[in-house]
Nanobody, 126 residues
Framework: QVQLVESGGGLVQAGGSLRLSCAASGRTFSSYPMGWFRQAPGKEREFVAA????????YYPDSVKGRFTISRDNAKNTVYLQMNSLKPEDTAVYYCARSPGLRVGVQPGPADFTSWGQGTQVTVSS
């Protein structure tokens, strides 16, 4: 029902910034929680950020807390991930995803999301 398309990835030097966008299309009757994940070669898909349908609640793991910010503009059907102070270990393919619902106070995982984008590559050089 929903299609997700990420954009904004690219090559950036350590310490730099990037802003990723995730555009959602398709007919929807309500808003859903959204999230970002990343996956580096040979590694498991890792939770990066999530946001409630209203934007009032956000979730981050310690690895990105204080550096990354997730936001959404429901009028534009778009979710953003602002990434600052990037490190080489942030290099990965970044995916946006939609969830039917998240548990309050619990860090989301891939199983909590049922729709996924194709991903956008982020490469941080040292």
């Amino acid at each position: 029902q929903v299609q997700l398309v990420e954009s904004g990835g690219g090559l950036v030097q350590a310490g730099g910034s990037l802003r990723l966008s995730c555009a959602a299309s398709g007919r929807t009757f309500s808003s859903y929680p959204m999230g970002w994940f990343r996956q580096a070669p040979g590694k498991e898909r890792e939770f990066v950020a999530a946001i409630s349908w209203s934007g009032g609640s956000t979730y981050y793991p310690d690895s990105v807390k204080g550096r990354f910010t997730i936001s959404r503009d429901n009028a534009k059907n778009t979710v953003y991930l602002q990434m600052n102070s990037l490190k080489p270990e942030d290099t990965a393919v970044y995916y946006c995803a939609r969830s039917p619902g998240l548990r309050v106070g619990v860090q989301p995982g891939p199983a909590d999301f049922t729709s996924w984008g194709q991903g956008t590559q982020v490469t941080v050089s040292s």
